[in-house]
T-cell receptor, first 113, second 113 residues
């Protein structure tokens, strides 16, 4: 069964360093998302991506964040200068079309020290 | 702020009984609703989605939607210990044609053997 895959599963980084989180969405899906979940809190929307551009971003998604779909398969989230409060689980999700189900990857646990 | 509200629990149900999980949402424009199961430290796993008023059944799971009351529920029949998890309710929120999921805080369900 097709699935969304994310790498790495766990990343530890020093404050101020850049990190890139990688995702391979399901191949025939057109809509791509990043969500995050701080420990013990709800899953929060970060950004949506469609037709090779950002369609919506949340207040969390400031200038330190960027997304890219560099080729036909990968979808990346870059955090330029990490802060302690960026520590969270980051989930990539994809879906085929409007009003369809979104499928989540297994997540990347980012720890900023 | 468009919100999804859930009772955080914990909800304890004896094995074999029916577990009932509830959710309300604030955005009357939401058209699609999802129930995800999340085990500790793992990603959300889609178990049910519902778009139309009424009931939708899939195996031991029944989702119920009442758009007039802005209420979504999930029933789990013949509860098993493996059903012990946090159940996330999510609604699609549309902003200028762009869709994203808004999640509730989740209800922690424990099935007691």
């Amino acid at each position: 069964e097709p699935e969304v895959t994310q790498t790495p599963s766990h990343q530890v980084t020093q404050m101020g360093q850049e990190v890139i989180l990688r995702c391979v969405p399901i191949s025939n899906h057109l809509y791509f998302y990043w969500y995050r979940q701080i420990l013990g809190q709800k899953v929060e929307f970060l950004v949506s991506f469609y037709n090779n551009e950002i369609s919506e971003k949340s207040e969390i998604f400031d200038d330190q964040f960027s997304v890219e779909r560099p080729d036909g398969s990968n979808f990346t989230l870059k955090i330029r200068s990490t802060k302690l409060e960026d520590s969270a689980m980051y989930f990539c999700a994809s879906k085929m079309g409007r009003d369809t189900e979104a499928f989540f990857g297994q997540g990347t646990r980012l720890t900023v020290v | 702020q468009k919100e999804v509200e859930q009772n955080s629990g914990p909800l304890s149900v004896p094995e074999g009984a029916i577990a009932s999980l509830n959710c309300t949402y604030s955005d009357r424009g939401s058209q699609s609703f999802f129930w995800y199961r999340q085990y500790s430290g793992k990603s959300p796993e889609l178990i049910m989605f519902i778009y139309s008023n009424g009931d939708k059944e899939d195996g031991r799971f029944t989702a119920q939607l009442n758009k007039a009351s802005q209420y979504v529920s999930l029933l789990i029949r013949d509860s098993q210990p493996s059903d012990s998890a946090t159940y996330l309710c999510a609604a699609t929120v549309t902003n200028f044609g762009n869709e994203k999921l808004t999640f509730g805080t989740g209800t922690r369900l424990t099935i007691i053997p």
